[in-house]
RNA sequence: CGGGGCGUAGCGCAGUCUGGUUAGCGCGCCUGCUUUGGGAGCAGGAGGUCGGGAGUUCAAAUCUCCCCGCCCCGACCA
């Protein structure tokens, strides 16, 4: 392609509008413009990108076994009912209405439809197991979409739904997903790790993330440096930290603390640090409320405690409920006398010695509490959000942080669907079972800006060569000169003939230009034809990402750039 | 939804506090000439309902009110 052929319209400053280096590099290279918030064209470069990735995707999810199907992305309400997500899911969907005034949602995902067409379709085990992939759009109704295509209302996935008869089956197709996916990102030149995570609104047994580490990531990991635990923080586990704890022998006292609520307020007032306060948190639960102790300077991990209460609904309990339950309005409340609600303490509470906590009346704290001694506390768990130096739960080492961005996740969805759409087989005595599920998703588009945070430097993109928009950059200095655009000319010919992707910069604009055009949109391989070939005939070929220039006659470059590229 | 910021030419910005000729700068764009190894030079040129509406005023990019859009943090979320 001859760039004065194509669309291709470079930038020089960063984007207003950007902060992440994906987001300007994708801005300012011309692979993408935004339409609306959450919403942007791809142009020529940017989906010629897309476009590899999807190839890699489809090539692996092939081998694997998968088959290729697509989905239509409306999809009717009735749907969503019957698996009971029409309400869960409901701040996400989008939806439309035709002028029959029937509801349709814009599909966030295909669970449903999927199953639904397994289950009209597939009635035996021996049919399976079966395993449906489609590459489509998405629709998400972001309560904040940001980083241009990393978070947006509309993005292109990978979804896979594998269906099985039994366990061992299920558990070779969540494997042989948990393989694809590992090449998948390790062929788009991605260093990206697998985390424990957690199921969200997917529901299922076990689910696990694919993360490219990134300073720039929305997900926080918890890696454990030792025994290679990881998890997303949303999921991690801690072990308990065994703590010698001196008690209090003084008895309670009761403390007025006007207008003061929050844990920063009162450790101002009582001149001490955040880990002497029992927190005292009521929550409703499917409805019921629930009290959760915390020590002071730690939060609940609310996915945790909606596992641990096997529930769906879990929110902060509103004034009113905390009324009721501790007598106080909202930021007294305290575990000493609490009753008529369950108590479930975290861990932390479980070391402080002399605590402080609400009195269960307005502007009156207690000190000196023994959690022990003065409360009676029958269930303790791990509910805190996992923080830096907590102790592995497996190996009981202390645990690092990272940021990553999710480009992948991969579910053990059991029979949720396959049991509230019907998806039944009949096994070898004729009983019908539920198909047992997987998913499985790649964020595409997102996986296009993760490479770019991995692979970048101060003047623009290095694309691995896989998923480069073009392998070859030839870059003519002076196209007016008719000995340096005969050379050029020549090498596009010859290269393009050879199979490979060239684009041939052909402009008559200045070096400068070229170059800094060149670095930022980062085609692996770059040939340079200027007054060096008149003088000497030979023409530089470089890679992207290395200072080393190779000067060589143009009959010979063909050669090393194929060695090149089978390199990046 | 809460907090903060922004909206002036295609892009990046100044001007707004303290109202006052014809709204500026850099880059980009068009024409011509000269240039061509890391964002060229000279000359000429085009391009703006200053996000929108209402108001105050002799006079509004600038002050007031309402609305819209965009970005960041939080809440929330694959």
Redesign the pocket.
Known sequence: MRWTETFIT??????????IPSHKLMI?AGMIR?L???LYTFLPLGLRVLRKVEAIIREEMNRAGALEILMPILQPRNLWERSGRWEGMD??MLKARTHQGRELVLGPTHEEVVTDLVAREISSYKQLPKNLYQINT?F?D??????GVM??RE?I?KDAYSFDYDDASAERSYQQMFDAYTRIFERCGLNAMAVEA?T???GGNRSQ?FMVPAETG?DAIVLCPECGYAANVERAGRKEEPVRVTRTKQTIEEIDTPELRTVEELAAFFQTTADRFIKTLIYTADGEPVAILIRGDRDVN?SKLRRFLGVEELELADEETIRKITGAPLGFAGPVGLEGVRIIADYSVAHIAAGITGANRKDTHLINVNIDRDCAIREYHDLAIAQEGDLCPRCGLPMTFRRGI?VG?VFKLGTKYSEALSAMVKDESGREKPAIMGCY?I?VS?TVAAIIEQHHDE?GIIWPSPVAPYQVLILA??P?DEAVSGAAEGLYKELTKKGMEVLYDDR??????K??????IGISVRI??????IRSGG??V?RRDSEE?HSLPPSEVTELVEEMLSLI
């Open positions: 470079t930038q020089r400053d960063d984007p207003q509008e950007a902060e300012r935004k609306a918030s959450g701040d996400i998405k998400r972001e309560i904040r979409p940001r980083f978070r947006s993005f996935m957690d969200g609104m997917m993330e929305e609310e999710e996740h998703g964020g997102r003047k200095i002076n007016a008559p604009v200045s070096a400068g230009v170059f800094n055009d060149s670095d930022l340079t034809v200027g007054k060096k070939f023409v530089e470089k220039v």
